[in-house]
């Protein structure tokens, strides 16, 4: 069953900004669409205290030293890994 007039919602799409769709099927169907980047600062720290209170753990891939960022990058970019690289200064 096709449906217009739905809602698209758009989130994680940090990685890349040329989406590959064929956008006329996107204007017949009439969506509403909905894309969200991040949050907001009281909803970061809400995270935080899950994060502290041990309800919430982050997934972290390994850490890189901050000289090798253009690395670390790379490795994120070209999804190697699971989780997220981190930076030690």
């Known amino acids: 069953m096709r449906v217009n007039g739905g809602r698209l919602v758009?989130?994680?799409a940090t990685s890349g900004h040329d989406p590959k769709?064929?956008?006329r099927r996107v204007f017949h169907r009439k969506p509403s669409v909905l894309g969200s980047t991040m949050g907001s600062k009281r909803?970061?720290?809400?995270i935080l205290r899950f994060?502290?209170?041990?309800?919430l753990e982050?997934?972290?891939d390994r850490a890189f030293p901050l000289a090798e960022a253009a690395v670390a990058?790379?490795?994120?970019?070209?999804r190697e890994r699971s989780g997220k690289p981190f930076l030690v200064p």
């Open 51 to 55: 994060v502290d209170a041990g309800k």
């Open 21 to 23: 769709t064929d956008l």
């Open 10 to 12: 758009i989130g994680a």
């Open 58 to 60: 982050p997934v972290m």
């Open 73 to 78: 990058h790379e490795s994120f970019s070209q």
């Open 43 to 46: 909803e970061l720290l809400e």
